[in-house]
Each structure stands twice: as C-alpha cells, then as structure tokens.
C-alpha cells in the first residue's frame, strides 16, 4: 500500500466530454504528478504540481489540465476527450525535491468511444 | 530528447535468476528505477540506485548500473511465478522531478 488512492477505478465516456479523475496523496506529500500509460505503452508524464501551482508539463496539449488542493488531494481534467486519451491514467505523490521516491496509486482506467 | 529503453519480453523457468536490461540517454538523471507492475494494477516501486553507485542489493533484487555506457540491468535471484509481470526502468529527468519510463519488459515464469 503506497496511501496513495485515486477514484474512479474505471470510467467510460464519449467523444467530446469531459471528464475530472482524482487523486488523494499521502499526507505531508507536497508534489504530485500525473501520469498516462497508454496500452502495451510505458507511463508517459503529463505534469507535475507543487504546493498548488504546475511545476512541470509533458508534451500534452492543454485541454490536459490539473489541480491541486491544500488537502493534499488532486485533480486531473481532459476537454473534448478523444479516442486516444484511453489510457490509464496514474498520479504519483512525493514529499518533493529530485530523487523523493514517488508513490503512485492504482490507476483510473479510462476509455473513450 | 530523453529516452530510456528496453527489451520488450523474457522467459525464465522457475528458480533461475532473471537479468532485465535498461538503457537511457540523459546522463543527467540523479535516480534510477525499477517498477513492478501486474496485470491491472498500478506500479510498485521495487529498487532504485542513485546515480554515483555501481550497484545496489536489496533482498533478491541486484542493481547494476554503468553509468558510462549509460546501462542499468535488474536480477532477480530464485525467480518464482509470482515474479511474473511487466517490468519498467525509469530515470528522473535531470532538474525536474519527473520519470521518463521504458516500455516495459513483461517476465513470463515458467513453472
């Protein structure tokens, strides 16, 4: 257990919508980074949040968007979702700073149609 | 650009040892991983070593690292079933804190 957990599990939704997945870190975890791995792919960095404020960005457009709570919590946010954002989706929380092992959570698994 | 790179399968019988091989391309990574996943699931950090280190042992787990060549490889000693998964190498990118992955390598154990 890495008390790191995020909600929903799975998640089904259409072309077009929208859709918020989301992450409750550790407590006294200041960093947390989104993560999206693709099928028979390995997880792809989408950005990073420290103390509420984005710290770092993948190659993703920005209809990917983040936030991140003083409760430790985090969400991820996808606009005009299309069908390759079916992924899994992972967060990750560290305390912060570089070689902070990150804990990542079981996933929200996501598909588009 | 930042790769990091890795054979995509290995098949070992049960209680061989199992060598999975990583190469990455920022020699300004401070930290390297070793992530477990299973079917379904998230990923498990296994290891790491830091990067002024050769090597590094934790239990059945031994981590070699040639930071010249810019290699890292995982051995699993005592292989078992329950081993079998898909393996990933990571790197820390550099100034930033976060992971560049391979593709994986899944471990088949053969009983």
């Known amino acids: 257990e890495t008390g790191v957990t995020q909600s929903p599990t799975h998640l089904i939704k259409t072309r077009g919508q929208q859709v918020t997945l989301r992450c409750s870190s550790q407590s006294g975890h200041n960093t947390v980074s989104w993560y999206q791995q693709a099928l028979g792919q390995g997880p792809q960095f989408i950005f990073q949040y420290y103390r509420e404020e984005e710290n770092g960005r993948g190659n993703f457009p920005p209809r990917f968007s983040g936030l991140q709570f003083p409760n430790y919590s985090s969400e991820l946010n996808v606009n005009a979702l299309e069908l390759d954002d079916s992924a899994l989706y992972l967060c990750?929380?560290?305390?912060?700073?570089?070689?902070?092992?990150?804990?990542f959570g079981p996933g929200t698994r996501l598909l588009v149609l | 650009g930042e790769d990091v790179e890795q054979s995509l399968f290995l098949s070992v019988r049960e209680g061989d040892s199992s060598v999975i091989n990583c190469t990455y391309t920022d020699s300004s990574s401070t930290y390297l991983y070793w992530y477990k996943q299973e079917p379904g699931a998230g990923l498990q950090l296994l290891t790491y070593?830091?990067?002024?280190?050769d090597m590094k042992q934790d239990q059945r787990l031994t981590v070699l690292l040639n930071k010249k060549d810019k290699h890292l490889s995982l051995r699993i000693a005592d292989t078992q079933t329950g081993d079998s998964a898909i393996y990933f190498c990571a790197a820390d990118g550099g100034a930033t804190n976060k992971l560049i992955f391979g593709t994986g390598t899944l471990l088949a154990v053969q009983p």
């Open positions: 070593i830091f990067s002024n280190m």
């Open positions: 990750a929380s560290t305390i912060g700073g570089v070689g902070e092992t990150q804990y």
